[in-house]
């Protein structure tokens, strides 16, 4: 079936520290791909997306690149900021209906 | 603008005892869902609608009823709470089903004791 690994948390890291969050996904022909964040005390929140094979996701410097090849959605930031701590979530959508499959989350504590 | 608005946002109760939450949305969007999220679990279907009127099963349905009587609206009821059911609901709605651009409430904290 549909699923999505991401890798353990928590990650901590200094501020200006390069992030990486590791994301693979299992699936039955080409789905979209997504990356959601969640800051404390709030809901989730859309950081960017990708719709197809080599398409690249951007936006607040966080960047992901669809990788068919490795089933591979890897999520990158060059400088972190402290701002940046959050639980961030990789997802698939399959089917109509807009049903996203979530990994389990990895959550990022960045420090001054 | 508020978005997606869920209330309660904290509930204790008691197992066996029932209790509804309710969502409410002001974007006119068509899609609502409500998801479940637990420690190391990531975020869980529940149950999702497609439009007034509508309604479908998700991931983990059972225990739970939905209901979709206006557009805005979409409420999620536990008629007999089990301590399973501790855990923080979210409701998220999009305008499209095949964008995947959910907008997500804030979230509601249940506990059942």
């Known amino acids: 079936g549909n699923s999505v690994t991401q890798m353990e948390g928590p990650v901590t890291l200094s501020e200006e520290a390069f992030l990486t969050i590791n994301c693979t996904y299992t699936a039955t022909g080409y789905p979209s791909l997504f990356w959601y964040v969640q800051y404390p005390g709030e809901g989730l929140q859309l950081l960017l997306k990708a719709t197809k094979a080599d398409d690249k996701g951007s936006n607040k410097g966080f960047e992901a690149t669809y990788r068919k090849e490795t089933t591979s959605f890897h999520l990158e930031k060059g400088s972190v900021q402290v701002s940046d701590s959050a639980v961030y979530f990789c997802?698939?959508?399959?089917?109509?209906?807009?049903?996203?499959?979530f990994g389990q989350g990895t959550e990022l504590s960045v420090k001054p | 603008n508020a978005g997606v608005t869920q209330t309660p946002k904290f509930r204790v109760l008691k197992t066996g005892q029932s209790m509804t939450l309710l969502c409410a949305q002001d974007?006119?969007?068509?899609?609502m869902y409500w998801y479940r999220q637990d420690p190391g679990m990531g975020l869980r279907l529940i149950h999702y609608s497609v439009g007034e009127g509508t309604t479908a099963k998700g991931e983990v349905p059972d225990g739970y009823n939905v209901s979709r009587l206006k557009k805005q609206n979409f409420l999620l009821g536990l008629e007999s709470a089990a301590p399973s059911q501790t855990s923080v609901y979210f409701c998220?709605?999009?305008?499209?089903?095949?964008?995947?651009?959910?907008?997500f409430g804030e979230g509601s904290r249940l506990t059942v004791l």
């Open positions: 997802a698939l959508l399959y089917n109509q209906g807009g049903k996203l499959i």
């Open positions: 974007m006119n969007h068509e899609y």
């Open positions: 998220a709605s999009s305008r499209q089903a095949d964008t995947g651009e959910l907008f």
